[in-house]
């Protein structure tokens, strides 16, 4: 070794001073930093993917049987319109909504009321909360044709937004999908 050398030079020198220096230095590693910061990414990479990753899908709507996204759905029956006389001023919608989620679901709507139907029936309200599976009764007073009513299914990441206008076209109120999300 090249170190050896060195020694026979200085031999004057106690062999336990010799020994020491004959032996490598250790190394210096800076691994169990690096560890520490590539755990840590990793940690922060899994709770962003958790986060912000849609997990699930977006609940299925049907209105009276129908898929909102597909076509609008009337809501006015054959028998209403053939109804001459009115006996209310302002008429009360009742539409009913079938919805099927993965999850629990929030369901909202910007005016009128939301309830369960059947035998898990709720008191009305404009914000409803239901696990999975649920028909459900949006009722709304259509005073109004230029306005437009709102029923906001969300589930998880996912929310599903349905309209309810006046079409004068159809010279009817219809259910379309506003959006989806």
């Not at 009337?74 to 009742?94: G, L, P, Q, W, Y």
């Not at 909202?108 to 309830?115: A, K």
Request: glycine residues 4%; contains cysteine; charged residues 25%.
């Amino acid at each position: 070794m090249k170190h050896e050398a060195f020694a026979e030079a200085v031999s004057m020198l106690d062999d336990k001073f010799v020994e020491e220096a004959l032996k490598p230095f250790p190394k210096r590693s800076s691994a169990p930093a690096l560890r520490i910061c590539f755990a840590a990414a990793a940690c922060a990479a899994a709770i962003c993917a958790f986060l912000f990753i849609p997990r699930g899908k977006a609940a299925d709507i049907l209105v009276r049987g129908e898929n909102p996204s597909v076509s609008p759905i009337a809501i006015t029956s054959e028998d209403d319109k053939n109804d001459a006389v009115r006996t209310h001023a302002f008429e009360v919608a009742e539409i009913p909504v079938e919805i099927t989620a993965d999850a629990k679901t929030t369901v909202s709507v910007s005016d009128g009321t939301v309830s369960l139907v059947g035998k898990n029936a709720e008191k009305a309200s404009s914000e409803l909360e239901i696990d999975r599976n649920a028909e459900i009764l949006w009722s709304v007073v259509l005073a109004n044709t230029n306005e437009e009513f709102t029923l906001t299914v969300k589930t998880g990441n996912h929310s599903r937004v349905l309209a309810l206008v006046f079409d004068e076209g159809a010279n009817d109120w219809v259910v379309r999908e506003k959006s989806a999300y």
